[in-house]
């Protein structure tokens, strides 16, 4: 027994030895931990993507619940824990800071009880995108009981090492463009994801997966049984991942046509396989998973009437579909690039730029030994072009009002995968080889600077008070918004006998602004709205300004600058509102919110001190503002 121990050893040290191990995949493993791991560590608690949503869902699972929904409050006992660290609950600064770690480091799943009403989760996906997440939740939650806050990052790397997973066989069966399916996978919106906790991390992975697949099948010689096997996998995968990638089956029966096959049966065959998967996996799921959809719909959408008008209305349909790629395009590129979860912060744009130089930096040495027919470069974009479609025709159906003229909700990372077949056909003509590069050295530099860059801006802005102002010009707004606390509603209409005097405590030096949450009035007001913003010690008016309230047309901040007092630490001052018009129903109004939530000074309303507060943000000049300040005084 000991020499057939030792033979099997030794044969399988030599398996090892001679697994090759590419440039682009070490890259990749040294990419994704050495940038990965610190996000995993730096981006707060719930400041991914919905990913408050997506933890209950994991939650669930964790317990071998598939359903979403399906447990009572009682029965799923969702750790508080997991709500208080939040980043939505850590105060108005946005600020992780020593006193979060000493609060949660060390706290138990249930030291602050469990959540004792029903929870709702928009996080309807398959199970499939979060069973690793929910297997480290259960192995470490449930199963070793540690500490809360060392479980969630336990999640989050399960989330990270899937990804891994994934785009490493990604790299290893796709024939060409691997430095392409690189960069793309390790962009910072894509890294962002995979170090969050949320079911694009797998689904992206599933996209990446998959197109990669396709490109290897197109190698076979000939497809029998058991290459109609391995397809047939890879429609399984794809399955599992999000709807928005469902188009991405076009690509498979694009590049393999019926002639391909051995047989006329194992082609039937593999159509009959993808109807059947299709019916279970997707079909069948989402009947089941959104049985209580419609607590889930947002926006009054109403995906059944939304078709009815699109049946009926085309050409209108069709105009709103231009319409917004003109108006959003751009926002969608910029997305599709980089963003922080929770839309507090604006990641640094220097970071987009050497995303970009590593992009064509790839095309410019990556482009295939031989390019591609031009068959497979016009379905490489077919399919690009109705991924894109049917991301923004979900969102339209399932988020938007009926018959809107706009749509709702898109995000540039809904993209991610589907961007790989855009730039493969791009990199496959063949005018790329003029200006070709065979060194991949300069896409390691720009990809490293990129998301060193990265890592540094999100530590900027979590971490550091105003962070983000010291790569920004902007001013730094407290208090930060996610949502407006519950019991915010709008003010009466100011006029002439509707006067709101506002205390504001500053905390920080260089105001400069102030930005305050406008109710439109009715349309064709031609009365005004006067703001005062004084400084009661030194008797100082910073601003005194009057705005037309017909020139306020939508719900939105309303921005009041002025030159900065550098002095403004630890004052309070007075902001005063009124208004010309006449007692009616006409008037701008404000918001009130509770003054728990903010405590910042007492509201008075015609003179009657009210508890709640004004909803508006003041704004320090600090970080490169305050610096170029300084050198203009």
């Given at each position: ?55 209950v ?95 969630f ?12 997973l ?25 890294m ?11 689904s ?11 490109l ?44 391909r ?63 917004d ?12 690039i ?32 031989e ?56 990199a ?61 509603h ?34 064709g ?39 900065p ?9 007075i ?6 018009n ?18 910042r ?23 490169l ?5 300084s050198?203009?005084?």
């Amino acid at each position: 027994m000991k020499n057939k121990d030792r033979s099997m050893l030794s044969s399988l040290k030599n398996r090892v030895k001679n697994v090759h191990v590419s440039k682009v995949e070490l890259t990749l493993l040294l990419t994704l931990f050495i940038f990965g791991i610190p996000m995993i560590g730096l981006i707060p608690p719930g400041a991914g993507y919905d990913e408050e949503d997506h933890l209950v869902r994991v939650w669930e699972l964790s317990d071998f619940s598939p359903i979403p929904g399906s447990m009572s409050a009682q029965a799923m006992k969702y750790p508080i824990v997991f709500r208080d660290f939040a980043y939505r609950q850590q105060g108005s600064a946005g600020v992780i800071d020593s006193e979060f770690w000493q609060k949660y480091a060390r706290a138990s799943l249930y030291e602050y009880g469990f959540v004792r009403r029903d929870l709702d989760t928009k996080s309807v996906y398959s199970p499939a995108l979060l069973a690793p997440q929910a297997m480290a939740l259960w192995l470490l939650g449930r199963g070793a009981d540690l500490p809360a806050l060392p479980v969630f990052y336990a999640v989050r790397l399960a989330s990270l090492v899937s990804y891994l997973l994934l785009i490493w066989l990604a790299l290893r069966w796709i024939p060409f463009g691997k430095w392409l399916l690189l960069i793309l996978a390790a962009s910072p919106i894509a890294m962002f994801q995979a170090a969050t906790i949320t079911p694009d991390t797998i689904s992206n992975g599933i996209g990446f997966l998959f197109i990669a697949g396709c490109l290897k099948a197109t190698e076979f010689k000939a497809i029998g049984w058991k290459e109609a096997g391995y397809v047939a996998s890879l429609i399984f995968l794809l399955f599992l991942a999000k709807l928005n990638l469902l188009p991405l089956i076009l690509l498979l029966f694009l590049l393999i046509p019926p002639s391909r096959f051995t047989g006329k049966g194992t082609y039937a065959l593999l159509l009959v396989t993808t109807v059947i998967l299709f019916l279970v996996e997707v079909a069948g799921w989402n009947a089941i998973a959104t049985t209580h959809m419609d607590s889930l719909l947002a926006n009054d959408a109403n995906p059944g009437a939304q078709l009815l008008y699109i049946a009926g209305h085309p050409l209108a349909f069709l105009q709103t579909l231009v319409k917004d790629f003109l108006t959003n395009g751009w926002i969608y590129f910029q997305g599709w690039i980089n963003g922080y979860g929770y839309y507090y912060w604006t990641p640094p744009w220097i970071v987009s730029l050497f995303f970009l130089l590593s992009l064509a930096a790839v095309l410019l040495s990556d482009a295939p030994l031989e390019p591609v027919n031009r068959k497979v470069g016009i379905a490489f974009l077919l399919v690009f072009v109705a991924g894109y479609l049917a991301t923004i025709a979900s969102l339209y159906l399932t988020f938007t009002p009926v018959a809107s003229q706009q749509v709702l909700g898109v995000q540039g990372r809904y993209f991610i995968p589907l961007a790989l077949l855009l730039f493969l056909a791009l990199a496959s003509q063949a005018w790329w080889k003029k200006f070709a590069v065979s060194s991949p050295k300069w896409i390691l530099i720009f990809l490293t600077t990129t998301l060193s860059l990265n890592v540094l801006g999100i530590f900027l802005s979590f971490h550091v008070p105003c962070g983000s102002t010291f790569y920004e010009t902007g001013l730094c707004y407290r208090p930060l918004f996610k949502d407006f606390p519950g019991g915010t509603h709008t003010s009466p209409p100011i006029s002439s006998d509707v006067t709101l005097t506002q205390e504001i405590r500053v905390e920080c030096n260089g105001l400069a602004g102030l930005r305050l949450m406008l109710l439109p009035s009715a349309a064709g007001d031609q009365g005004q709205t006067r703001f005062i913003l004084q400084d009661p010690i030194s008797d100082q008016t910073l601003f005194d300004a009057f705005t037309v309230n017909g020139q306020i047309t939508t719900e939105d901040w309303y921005p009041l600058d002025f030159n900065p007092d550098w002095h403004s630490a630890g004052k309070q001052y007075i902001l005063m509102v009124s208004g010309t018009n006449p007692p009616n129903d006409q008037g701008l109004r404000l918001f009130y919110a509770p003054s728990s939530a903010f405590d910042r000074g007492i509201l008075y309303e015609n003179g009657e001190p009210r508890e709640e507060d004004l909803v508006l943000q003041y704004g320090c000049a600090t970080g490169l503002r305050k610096i170029w300040s300084s050198g203009q005084r």
